[in-house]
């Protein structure tokens, strides 16, 4: 029997830090390198680039170097056949000047030792400093692939001076992400639950906390006119348990009339989460990857937009936001979630090419990597 070669491919991304969506990104970028490095014939050894390498060992059981000690990350990607950047949204100057200067600065440091760069799945921007244009440009010219998961990441890569005919869009890698072994399907999860499940998942962002205020104001109107299980899921602890109890707090009325509330335990491991969405009838969620979860087990989604990755990726299923976090009708709430409710399999069936296509698509960087060092070999 013939033992695969072994690739070894440093991931760098937002990891280590216990984000429930990034951590599920790095989960199924892992589970696609390792299936289509095995259709290709070779075996891809990860090494991570992680804030805490001793727990994304632990969780996902690949090497891991510290993100911030750039000998040991050198290290690595001189011992390394290649890098990936991604995926997530790491190349943007929204929540820190700090971002673009890393991720690229990395991308620098595998170039200068002649070592093949991909792009995975990005979402670029908003980079609002044009000194970071040029920056971007010329170290994306010379990966070897690069893809983003929205055609707006696209355009603004265009926009920089890219070619459009080298960018492919692909989804968020997290459509591609398997249910844990032995989970039952979502057709039978909900089997034995007296009340329809809706799922809510919500973080901290309008100061002010009006998105939040209105939408306990909707779902205690749809809780007035059919019981229903509200079922909280913090994606990013702390935090969106905090924001999910400033929720609860001001709906207590609806467990008067009969419907349930409660919050998901934490979870660390992304199928977990993945396994919680899938017991629900519809979910209406803040977070990108609550939404990208409802789509990946066909759970019925609402989106609440606080950024234009919700809007991009809700227009691949060609919908809208139900509202944002700075306008958000609590009637409209209630309607459009009682309406997902009796016609889930209305949605589903409206959706189900859309949401194939996106699975099957979520694998092409994977498939594109393992096709690479295939041929190089």
Known sequence: MVTPSVTRLVIS???????????????????????????????????????????????????????????EVRRALKESDGLISGGGSLLQDATSMKSIPYYL?????????????????????????????????????????????DNESAELLVSMGLNRGNIEVVPDPVMGLPLPEGMVPRETASAGEELPVVGISVRYWN????????????????????????????????????????????????????????????????????????????????????????????????????????????ARLGSVPAGTSDQLDPHIVASELRGLLKDGDAWRARNAARIDNLKQEARRPAERIAEFFKNRG
């Not at 000194?131 to 893809?147: N, Q, T």
């Not at 809780?223 to 702390?238: E, N, Y």
């Open 13 to 71: 991304g937002y990891y280590g830090f216990r984000n429930s969506g990034d951590e599920a990104v790095l989960k199924s970028i892992l589970t696609a390198l390792e299936e289509e490095g095995a259709r290709a014939g070779i075996r891809i050894e990860p090494i991570v680039l992680s804030v805490d390498p001793e727990w994304t060992t632990s969780m996902y059981g690949v090497k891991a170097v510290h993100r911030m000690k750039l000998g």
């Open 105 to 149: 600065g990395i991308i620098k440091i595998a170039q200068w030792l002649k070592k093949p760069v991909f792009i995975y799945a990005q979402g670029i921007g908003p980079v609002n400093r044009g000194v970071f244009h040029p920056f971007i440009a010329g170290i994306f010219r010379k990966c070897s692939y690069v893809s983003v998961r």
């Open 207 to 314: 100061p002010e906390r009006l998105e939040l205020i209105q939408l306990a104001a909707g779902l205690a109107a749809l809780a007035g006119q059919m019981k229903v299980h509200f079922r909280f899921l913090p994606f990013h602890v702390p935090g969106d348990d905090e924001a999910s109890r400033f929720v609860i707090e001001r709906m207590e009325s609806v467990q008067s009339l009969g419907s349930v509330v409660s919050v998901a335990p934490e979870t660390l491991d992304p199928q977990a989460m993945l396994a919680e969405v899938s017991r629900c009838d519809a979910l209406i969620g803040m977070r990108l990857h609550s939404l990208i979860y409802a789509a990946n087990q066909r759970v019925p989604l609402l989106g609440i937009s606080y950024d234009p990755k919700i809007d991009h990726f809700l």
